[in-house]
Nanobody, 122 residues
């Protein structure tokens, strides 16, 4: 049973930074991908970033390129999302997810965390 636990959310002013963490346990070797997604009020869940555990290859949504960085610590089984220059439109519930391939499609991920709230004030 894969378990994902997010942490690091909070309230920050526009232009500020936060680092989200996603601690994983029970992940099988075939689950090579980790993704971050977010759901803003009244909107559908959207892709933020993804990474491969083995290759370290990364993928980003256009809206966060240059501001967000996804990384992983294989020894700690933890994935991070460093968020810089935050904007009010980044306000959302952020989820991490585990899957086989690092894609931007939520349906390709099989395990999800409970989410951590990020609120950016203007």
């Amino acid at each position: 049973q894969v378990q994902l636990v997010e942490s690091g959310g909070g309230l920050v002013q526009a232009g500020g930074s936060l680092r989200l963490s996603c601690a994983t346990s029970g992940r099988t070797f075939s689950m090579d991908a980790m993704g971050w997604f977010r759901r803003a009020p009244g909107k559908e869940r959207g892709f933020v970033a993804a990474i491969s555990w083995t290759s370290g290859s990364t993928h980003y949504a256009d809206s966060v390129k240059g501001r967000f960085t996804i990384s992983r610590d294989n020894a700690k089984n933890t994935v991070y999302l460093q968020m810089n220059n935050l904007r009010p439109e980044d306000t959302a519930l952020y989820y991490c997810a585990a899957g086989v391939f690092p894609t931007p499609i939520p349906g390709t991920y099989t395990s999800w965390g409970q989410g951590t709230q990020v609120t950016v004030s203007s």
